[in-house]
Every structure is written in structure tokens, then in C-alpha cells.
């Protein structure tokens, strides 16, 4: 199985900073690669997918890059509802395995 | 618009079976594969498999082969997702989830409960 290294695990920021994720695949996955927002008691929602594709109606202050093993997702200027859980998932083989997420909190 | 509903939440007790429904609607139904998600309360997701409505065909996640079916029924466009033989690891909330074209949907979600 694919493994997927997420970091950081948590993570502590203000309304209007620039936030970085990071998630690492155990072997390349080309762009097989999503990122997702969960807040809680809610269904994961896509922001990303292709790596580096806005999903329709996602924030352009969202973004992704990377390919092969490293991927990052970024947002420019954190708003108030971006708080929440972000979790990658590679679908380049069976299992899909997603990150352990990380939870982005109010400093 | 596109809308997958699952069944409501279900308590079940330990070694039971557990049958979840996701009905779709608001694109071809047999056209997109229906993939499984659970996660466990206060845990990251967790792929389960997937179903291809068209034919049947199915692919499950190795840890659950053996007590895991992934059914459905195109007459009414809904998925089904049965896990038998059910510990209190199983407890965790279910999700469906499809990508009709560049789009991603997932149903609500269902708590399953597995205590005594």
C-alpha cells in the first residue's frame, strides 16, 4: 500500500496568514492526488484535485503543487472559514489512502 | 443537482451485520463508480472500496475482505454497503462518495454503533 505522510499534524494560525501543507508518498503517484476540507460533523469536501486543480467554486486562495512524491497545499491569506481539517488522498493505486489530515486552529 | 442520501444511523451489537443505503440523484447513476469511506469518531478516512453500478464489479480494501458486500440497485439508483461480523472498531461514520466528470460529491454520512 501506498503510504501518505502529512505535515504538520496540527497547526496554528491567524485570519490573513499564509499556510502550507504537506503530504509525502511512500513511492510516486504522478498527479493522482487530492486535497480535502472536513469540518467537523460534516462529509469531506475536495478543494483540489489533480494536484494542482481547483475544484469549481473553491477559493482561488487555495492552491496545490507538486507531483510525483511531494505535494503541498497552500492558502494565501487564511480566512476565518478555513478553519478546519485538511486531509490528502492519493488514487494512483487500490488501496486510495488519504493523510492522517491536519487540523489548521486559531492561534 | 447532484445528490447522494444515505440511511439514517444504526446501533448494532458486537459479531451483527450492518447494511448501509446511498441513493443517488441528479446524474447517471450507473455511469460513476460509488466509493466507501468510514471514519472512525475523532480518526482520520479510511478507503473501503468502490462499486461500479454498471456492472457490479467491485474492489474492497484488503483489511476488509471477507465481511465487507458492496451492492446495488439501478432501478433505484442506490448503493449499498453491508459489513458483517461487526466489533466496536467498526463503529465509525460511513460515507459514499462519487466523481461524476471533474466533480466530487459525498453523501451525509451514517453512524454506525457497535456496542453491547
Known sequence: DI??????????????????????????????????????????????????NLQTGVPSRFSGSGSGTEFTLTISSLQPEDFATYYCLQHYSYPRTFGQGTKLETK | QVQLVQSGAEVKEPGASVKVSCKASGYTFTGHYMHWVRQAPGQGLEWM????????????????????????????????????????????????????????????????????
Open chain 2, 49 to 116: 472500496g468502490w462499486i461500479e453500478p454498471n456492472s457490479g464489479g467491485t474492489n474492497y480494501a484488503q483489511k476488509f475482505q471477507g465481511r465487507i458486500t458492496m451492492t446495488r440497485d439501478t432501478s433505484i439508483s442506490t448503493g449499498y454497503l453491508e459489513l458483517s461480523r461487526l466489533t466496536s472498531d467498526d463503529t465509525a461514520v460511513y460515507y459514499c462518495e462519487t466523481s461524476p466528470k471533474t466533480e466530487d460529491y459525498w453523501g451525509q454520512g451514517t453512524l454506525v454503533t457497535v456496542s453491547s
Open chain 1, 3 to 52: 503510504q501518505m505522510t502529512q505535515s504538520p499534524s496540527s497547526l496554528s494560525a491567524s485570519v490573513g496568514d499564509r499556510v502550507t501543507i504537506t503530504c509525502r508518498a511512500s513511492q510516486g503517484i504522478g498527479s493522482y492526488f487530492a486535497w480535502f476540507q472536513q469540518k467537523p460533523g460534516k462529509a469531506p469536501k475536495r478543494l483540489i484535485y489533480g494536484a494542482s
